[in-house]
């Protein structure tokens, strides 16, 4: 959660057996080559031939050429097992993704400051982490605000409840067992059984609220990007006395609008522009 400020400021193309087109304009390698990433990305990060084999349908033969491919580029390497997990060069892939995430969301973001009065993030879900993507701060002079890059644990942040409440409860479980669940403050959740009863009630309400939870004084309320083709959030920070119940009203639909754009944006072709 945002702390508060009194200042006022063509990798797979190149397997062995020649690419095709698939019909529709795309190269038939490329096309399966990245859906293994994903593939690989859904199940952990980390599988079995076999199991790709099982879950895309492609002969084991194909799966075996196109990995020897990634492999060869640094995109996927090879365990010691004989498995096949993510490799390292997509790592600088993704982090200037998510920088550009970032720079689409700003205007989006703006747009929240301007009807809301308070400071507007995004944020991702990195492994078991929350990283803050983006952020625009509020024009009041005491006002919330983190460093973009800032990556904090979910179970005390209205972003990391809204990214997690629609993972079923036993990944959840696991993920807190993983980071553990320390007390920023004395209103922070720290039992898996109450932050699941958090999420549940983030599933019924539509928004998460983060209150006194990361830091006293500041309340934060945030909705997920629904469709987002990486976990995301946005969120608006501000003080406890003005994120009242009454401000809660008003704001969250801003919020659930705004959410709704920048996910018609994101999935568009061309680069998301606000009008």
């Known amino acids: ?103 689409w969301a700003r205007p989006y973001l703006a747009r929240l400051v301007e009807e809301t009065g308070e400071t507007a993030n995004m944020a991702l879900l990195d492994g078991d982490e929350i990283v803050y993507v983006a952020q625009v701060p509020s024009k009041h002079s005491m006002r919330m605000f983190t460093e973009v890059g800032r990556r904090v644990l979910p179970h005390s942040t209205g972003v990391g409840k809204a990214l997690l409440a629609h993972t079923p409860p036993e990944e959840v479980r696991a993920l807190l067992a993983r980071t553990g669940m320390p007390a920023a403050t004395d209103k922070t959740i720290t039992t898996p059984d109450a932050f699941l009863a958090a999420l549940e009630l983030v599933r019924s309400t539509g928004y998460a609220v983060d209150d006194n939870e990361q830091e006293i004084g500041v309340r934060c309320l945030a909705v997920s990007v629904p469709d987002s083709p990486t976990a995301a959030a946005i969120s608006i920070s501000g003080p406890a006395g003005r994120v009242t119940d009454v401000a809660t009203e008003r704001i969250v639909p801003v919020l659930q609008t705004v959410a709704r754009e920048l996910s018609e944006a994101l999935a568009s072709t061309s680069a998301p522009s606000q009008g």
């Open 1 to 103: 959660m945002p702390t508060s400020s009194s200042s006022s400021t063509s990798a797979a193309a190149g397997a062995a057996k020649p690419a095709t087109s698939n019909g529709g304009g795309g190269v038939q390698s490329l096309e399966r080559a990245f859906d293994l990433l994903e593939r690989m990305a859904d199940a952990g990060g980390e599988v079995g031939l076999s199991e790709l084999s099982a879950s895309s349908g492609l002969p084991l033969p194909t799966i075996h050429r196109l990995m020897r491919t990634l492999v060869a580029c640094g995109y996927v390497r090879q365990q010691p097992n004989r498995r096949y997990a993510l490799g390292p060069r997509l790592i600088r892939l993704g982090e200037s993704a998510s920088r550009l995430l970032g720079t």
